[in-house]
């Protein structure tokens, strides 16, 4: 097997080397005349965006269209998609790290495109852009900052919910040039914006503009590093200084001697400085050391994370810092450990003994050596020199007792993944820095938008990552590209993911819906397991009634819930009271919701469901928490209007209980106005608790006509009066009731409530009148009153000698002799 030169394209620059690698010849077609278009590409070897540059004169082509389209390619050239353009000049267009596409009109109009093929969002950058007009643009990773025709700067610094935001204002005079430090490497973590006027820069954020005090302008470009800590300016007369981004230190001098500025300057990672002329690049390394690149054709330069991409209409080649690995195991002279490992391979295969020498040698490097030659294969493009460098990798670690094999089958799974992406159909020419800081998951997304779904599915399986993501994509597109018949489709699709983990037929679902194919987007649907994803879609298709139903069958409140919520909004009253009262579990949700927030609903509710009871009692509800008794008594008669054609045998009974309760209020709200005490307002109370107290304030005939309006019962009157007159010890009037032959509630409760409030004596007046009780039950309420003396006579007259001596333990002085004599009496003669 024979090697190409490793050394191929190498250029020592001051004391670094830097390389230029042919990624992909014969990468544009011929009819397309790249000298007359702008060229952006993506992040990450990612896509190319190309668009007609209308300063210039082209050609006219037969059957060419005459729209304006931004086309994107991949880096090998081959088209990915075209994307329509009709909101006027373009005035920036630039790539986010998640290789969205930014476009900025003249107007002030911005569209983030998302997934290469048309997708996008279209957003407004305000603060008077769409009068004013947009200038130019500067991009980053994650934003960008617009500068209008009248100097003022707009920031936008996030694509998913973009909030235009004015900069400080900028002095006046002409802006030779502009560039951006990203808010990530700046100390008050805004963006910065750099600007040159007049013989100095203006640093720009937020709250103020800061003239860093050159005078050696106009600078003609600026160009900041991507780790925002260097600046390139190129001066009027041809120079490129290489400053710190604060201004304060210059590090390095570069004189082009060229004539005409360069189109534009651009850092190739953070070591060099690549100048753009049409068909010249200049390579300016650390000291001011430059390498020249000269072409027949012009070249765009594309900026990357680690180097930059050089495009032609013939190749795609790819300048960067020899990696330190590369350079110890190749440099020419190289005597390290891992380039003697490297050449032991040749020997080994010529079976000559010196290989076991060399290792011999290195042995105590050894370890260090199989590690460089492992991580130099990840830095080469070349399949052949990546094998080289694993077989010699792998030779080194054959030869050690102990060694790890982690990182070399790491490096050859990530190895065969950029191998696969950097074929020349799928064009993602990834660098091993670049990988490592995409992901495998972001490249998965990559390759998704291509639509490159078997390579994704092959890689993921191969890395472990999830599939579900591919395939919905995958079905997505299927139902919007698709042209046949709706169930056929539906049947490819769902027999494809049959089984698949993981599946949302929502997102499908909702790509045919957006397509126009509602029948397609409702019957996939039905295949989707989770409501919470099936509800939301059917509402927006206006499948009102299906998604109640599905919210229904989850069995999920919050969920029906939020249906019955949008319902009540876009629905007619009536309609909605009717597709509800179809659906138990629906309303009575409603009715437990509308209970506590929204009582007009509820009233609407009943009477559309024709339950009078129910409405009238939400107005007694409601008549109970109201201040005023005319507003309570107002509400009770509409309560008691609603009951009228009641056909519920119930009605009546409600109908006379809500009349009551009005003639109570007015009663009541009499009382309060004749009667001053301190006992409080008597409306609200119960017609008892009415009679209570009046009685206990003194004003028993207002009492006894509350009685008689409202027909209270004899004995719920007596036990009312009698404990109103116990509570306020109104003994006297207690004692003339006393008087009556009859109670209805008999005698022995006036002895107990007249005891219990401790009044032993007129307690006492009330035994006598307890005829119906045993005389054990008569002694007992003797003994508590404490007259033993009469407990005594009770027990004489029953001729209960064993209660007499149990009562003689009990009596004292006069009532002791008084029992004895009972005992006495009572006692058989002899």
Same mark, same amino acid.
């Given at each position: 097997?024979?090697?190409?030169?490793?050394?191929?394209?190498?250029?020592?620059?001051?004391?670094?080397?830097?390389?230029?690698?042919?990624?992909?010849?014969?990468?544009?077609?011929?009819?397309?005349?790249?000298?007359?278009?702008?060229?952006?590409?993506?992040?990450?070897?990612?896509?190319?965006?190309?668009?007609?540059?209308?300063?210039?004169?082209?050609?006219?082509?037969?059957?060419?269209?005459?729209?304006?389209?931004?086309?994107?390619?991949?880096?090998?050239?081959?088209?990915?998609?075209?994307?329509?353009?009709?909101?006027?000049?373009?005035?920036?267009?630039?790539?986010?790290?998640?290789?969205?596409?930014?476009?900025?009109?003249?107007?002030?109009?911005?569209?983030?495109?998302?997934?290469?093929?048309?997708?996008?969002?279209?957003?407004?950058?305000?603060?008077?852009?769409?009068?004013?007009?947009?200038?130019?643009v500067r991009f980053w990773s994650h934003g960008f900052v617009a500068l209008l025709k009248n100097n003022a700067l707009v920031a936008v610094t996030s694509f998913d919910e973009p909030r235009p935001r004015l900069l400080a204002g900028a002095p006046e005079g002409e802006i030779h040039a502009w560039s951006l430090i990203p808010p990530v490497h700046t100390l008050s973590r805004s963006v910065e914006a750099l600007l040159a006027v007049g013989?100095?820069?203006?640093?720009?954020?937020?709250?103020?503009?800061?003239?860093?005090?050159?005078?050696?302008?106009?600078?003609?470009?600026?160009?900041?590093?991507?780790?925002?800590?260097?600046?390139?300016?190129?001066?009027?007369?041809?120079?490129?200084?290489?400053?710190?981004?604060?201004?304060?230190?210059?590090?390095?001098?570069?004189?082009?001697?060229?004539?005409?500025?360069?189109?534009?300057?651009?850092?190739?990672?953070?070591?060099?400085?690549?100048?753009?002329?049409?068909?010249?690049?200049?390579?300016?390394?650390?000291?001011?050391?430059?390498?020249?690149?000269?072409?027949?054709?012009?070249?765009?330069?594309?900026?990357?994370?680690?180097?930059v991409r050089l495009i032609t209409s013939e190749s795609c080649e790819f300048l960067h810092k020899v990696p330190d690995e590369c350079e110890e195991v190749f440099k020419l002279g190289a005597t390290s450990a891992s380039s003697v490992l490297f050449d032991s391979i040749d020997l080994l295969e010529k079976k000559s003994p010196k290989a076991d020498e060399n290792?011999?040698?290195?042995?105590?490097?050894?370890?260090?050596?199989?590690?460089?030659?492992?991580?130099?294969?990840?830095?080469?493009?070349?399949?052949?020199?990546?094998?080289?460098?694993?077989r010699a990798a792998s030779f080194g670690k054959s030869v050690l007792d102990l060694y790890s094999s982690d990182e070399f089958v790491e490096m050859c799974e990530t190895l065969r993944v950029l191998n696969a992406v950097r074929d020349h159909q799928v064009g993602l020419p990834l660098t091993l820095t670049q990988y490592s800081q995409l992901r495998p998951d972001r490249l998965?997304?990559?390759?998704?938008?291509?639509?490159?779904?078997?390579?994704?599915?092959?890689?993921?399986?191969?890395?472990?990552?999830?599939?579900?993501?591919?395939?919905v994509h995958w079905a997505s597109q299927k139902v919007k590209a698709s042209g046949g018949d709706d169930e056929n489709i539906r049947d490819i699709v769902v027999d494809r993911l049959k089984g698949k983990h993981g599946i949302s037929f929502e997102i499908i679902a909702r790509a045919a819906y957006e397509e126009g194919r509602g029948t397609l987007a409702t019957s996939l649907l039905n295949h989707e397991p989770r409501a919470g994803k099936q509800v939301p879609l059917l509402l927006s298709m206006?499948?009102?009634?299906?998604?109640?139903?599905?919210?229904?069958?989850?069995?999920?409140?919050?969920?029906?819930?939020?249906?019955?919520?949008?319902?009540?909004?876009?629905?007619? /009253?009536? $309609?909605?009271?009717?597709?509800? +009262?179809?659906?138990?579990?629906?309303?009575? !949700?409603? &009715? @437990? #919701?509308?209970?506590?927030?929204?009582?007009?609903?509820?009233?609407?509710?009943?009477?559309?469901?024709?339950?009078?009871?129910?409405?009238?009692?939400?107005?007694?509800?409601?008549?109970?928490?109201?201040?005023?008794?005319?507003?309570?008594?107002?509400?009770?008669?509409?309560?008691?209007? /609603?009951? $009228?054609?009641?056909?519920?045998? +119930?009605?009546?009974?409600?109908?006379?209980? !809500?009349? &009551? @309760? #009005?003639?109570?209020?007015?009663?009541?709200?009499?009382?309060?106005?004749?009667?001053?005490?301190?006992?409080?307002?008597?409306?609200?109370?119960?017609?008892?608790?009415?009679?209570?107290?009046?009685?206990?304030?003194?004003?028993?005939?207002?009492?006894?006509?509350?009685?008689s309006e409202f027909k209270v019962p004899e004995k719920t009157w007596w036990w009312v009066r009698l404990r109103a007159l116990v509570a306020a010890r109104l003994w006297g009037e207690v004692e003339e009731i006393g008087k009556n032959r009859k109670s209805p509630i008999g005698w022995e409760p006036f002895y107990n409530e007249v005891l219990g409030a401790g009044n032993t004596r007129l307690a006492s007046s009330f035994i006598p009148k307890c005829t119906n009780l045993k005389p054990q039950g008569r002694i007992d309420m003797w003994v508590k009153c404490g007259l033993v003396n009469k407990a005594g006579e009770e027990a004489l007259k029953a001729k209960d000698m064993n209660t007499l001596e149990l009562l003689r333990d009990k009596a004292t002085g006069p009532q002791l002799a008084e029992i004895e004599r009972m005992i006495t009496q009572l006692r058989p003669r002899r």
């Open positions: 097997m024979t090697l190409a030169n490793p050394r191929a394209g190498w250029e020592k620059i001051g004391t670094e080397f830097y390389r230029k690698i042919t990624l992909y010849t014969s990468t544009f077609d011929k009819d397309l005349d790249l000298e007359n278009y702008h060229c952006v590409g993506a992040p990450f070897s990612g896509a190319l965006a190309l668009w007609r540059d209308t300063s210039k004169v082209t050609r006219y082509r037969t059957g060419a269209s005459n729209k304006t389209s931004i086309d994107i390619y991949s880096c090998s050239g081959k088209l990915i998609s075209k994307l329509n353009w009709e909101k006027g000049p373009i005035k920036g267009l630039g790539w986010s790290e998640d290789e969205r596409l930014l476009v900025v009109a003249e107007d002030g109009t911005f569209h983030v495109y998302f997934g290469l093929h048309g997708d996008f969002q279209p957003y407004s950058l305000g603060h008077g852009a769409e009068d004013v007009g947009v200038n130019s013989a100095t820069v203006y640093v720009i954020d937020v709250s103020e503009a800061e003239d860093r005090g050159l005078s050696d302008g106009p600078f003609k470009h600026i160009s900041v590093s991507p780790n925002g800590r260097f600046a390139a300016l190129f001066t009027e007369d041809g120079k490129v200084w290489v400053v710190g981004s604060d201004f304060q230190n210059k590090y390095s001098e570069y004189d082009s001697k060229a004539k005409t500025t360069p189109n534009q300057i651009y850092w190739c990672g953070n070591d060099s400085v690549v100048l753009a002329w049409e068909d010249e690049i200049h390579m300016v390394g650390p000291n001011g050391a430059a390498a020249k690149y000269y072409y027949d054709d012009i070249v765009h330069v594309v900026p990357d994370v680690d180097g290792i011999q040698r290195i042995k105590a490097s050894l370890p260090e050596a199989v590690e460089t030659c492992i991580r130099a294969a990840g830095q080469e493009s070349d399949h052949a020199l990546q094998k080289q460098l694993l998965i997304t990559r390759l998704i938008h291509r639509r490159e779904y078997l390579l994704a599915i092959k890689l993921s399986e191969f890395l472990r990552l999830p599939l579900n993501k591919i395939y206006e499948e009102d009634e299906v998604a109640l139903d599905k919210a229904i069958e989850s069995g999920d409140s919050d969920l029906i819930m939020f249906v019955l919520l949008h319902l009540k909004q876009k629905m007619p /009253l009536a $309609t909605f009271f009717r597709t509800v +009262n179809s659906r138990p579990l629906a309303a009575h !949700l409603i &009715e @437990a #919701s509308a209970h506590d927030q929204d009582k007009e609903l509820l009233k609407d509710m009943y009477y559309q469901d024709d339950r009078p009871v129910e409405g009238s009692d939400l107005l007694l509800e409601e008549a109970m928490e109201q201040p005023q008794v005319q507003v309570v008594i107002d509400k009770l008669k509409l309560a008691s209007r /609603l009951l $009228t054609d009641a056909k519920d045998p +119930n009605a009546v009974m409600h109908t006379k209980g !809500l009349a &009551e @309760a #009005s003639v109570l209020l007015k009663m009541q709200e009499a009382f309060d106005k004749d009667i001053t005490d301190s006992s409080g307002s008597y409306v609200g109370l119960s017609v008892n608790e009415t009679m209570f107290r009046l009685v206990r304030s003194g004003y028993g005939k207002r009492a006894a006509k509350v009685q």
